[in-house]
């Protein structure tokens, strides 16, 4: 952080100024290498999660408007994933279908659809497509390989695009704390410096000035009188 040192001093008995001094526990204003990496690698990781969830948002949309086949579920596994952390779940199928007299299969249940830590969302889907389980799938026209079950938006979609957003605020607001951290006492500095300077020329010359000339016009004053004083005695002493 930076720290701010502030100390008047006189300088031939008439002007005072502003030493200033500018210290910083972060090394000066510019940033280690490596802390920038850091950053940028963390800022990377928010605005990655927020791309994929965005551009599953989009092929989930787009998959509204493919064409559909019959389709069968031929394998079905509720999948737990366990760490040292949490533990994470998740729906896994695979699916047939015909097109065009070519029997394909397929994985993806929805785009944008991983495993989380929320168990009874993916329980629930695992439980709607046991093994046999008669599906519409929709396909791809210009790649009927790529297909999926579930179109438009999702709770996965949704996860993704939240997360994704707090995380790259979160990590532009901490890029912004530490630069604004860097710049110094910039304009404060200048407007204390140009507050006092307009302090001091309220005093001189128009504030300063006119006092010593009154002074110098009493000193001037008594010492005429003293001068007349003197003559009065002098002319005094003659008479006698």
Do not use: C, M
């Given at each position: 952080m930076k720290h701010l040192g502030l100390s008047l001093?006189?300088?031939?008995?008439?002007?005072i100024f502003f030493e200033t001094r500018l210290s910083s526990s972060w090394g000066g204003n510019e940033?280690?290498?490596?802390?920038?990496?850091?950053?940028?690698?963390?800022?990377?990781?928010?605005?990655?999660?927020?791309g994929f969830g965005a551009n599953a948002l989009y092929q989930s949309r787009l998959a509204q408007s493919w064409p559909t086949a019959s389709g069968k579920i031929v394998s079905s596994d509720f999948q737990v994933n366990s760490?040292?952390?949490?533990?994470?779940?998740?729906?896994?199928?695979?699916?047939?279908?015909?097109?065009m007299g070519r029997v394909l299969t397929g994985e993806r249940i929805a785009f944008g659809y991983t495993a989380s830590s929320g168990e009874s969302f993916h329980r629930d889907i695992y439980n709607a497509l046991p093994v046999n389980t008669q599906v519409a799938v929709r396909y791809d026209p210009a790649n009927p390989e790529r297909a999926v079950l579930a179109y438009g938006m999702n709770q996965s979609i949704v996860f993704l695009l939240i997360f994704g957003a707090v995380w790259t605020m979160f990590t532009v607001g901490m890029i912004a704390m530490f630069w604004l951290s860097?710049?110094?006492?910039?304009?404060?500095?200048d407007n204390i410096t140009s507050s006092y300077q307009r302090g001091l020329s309220s005093l001189t010359p128009t504030g300063i000035s006119p006092i010593r000339n009154i002074v110098r016009r009493a000193a001037a004053i008594a010492g005429a009188f003293q001068r007349a004083q003197r003559g009065e005695r002098a002319l005094a002493r003659n008479r006698q």
């Open positions: 001093r006189r300088k031939d008995r008439e002007t940033w280690r290498p490596g802390f920038s990496r850091i950053v940028l690698a963390v800022s990377a990781i928010g605005v990655g999660i927020l760490d040292s952390d949490s533990d994470t779940y998740a729906a896994k199928v695979r699916y047939s279908y015909e097109v860097g710049q110094g006492g910039g304009s404060l500095l």
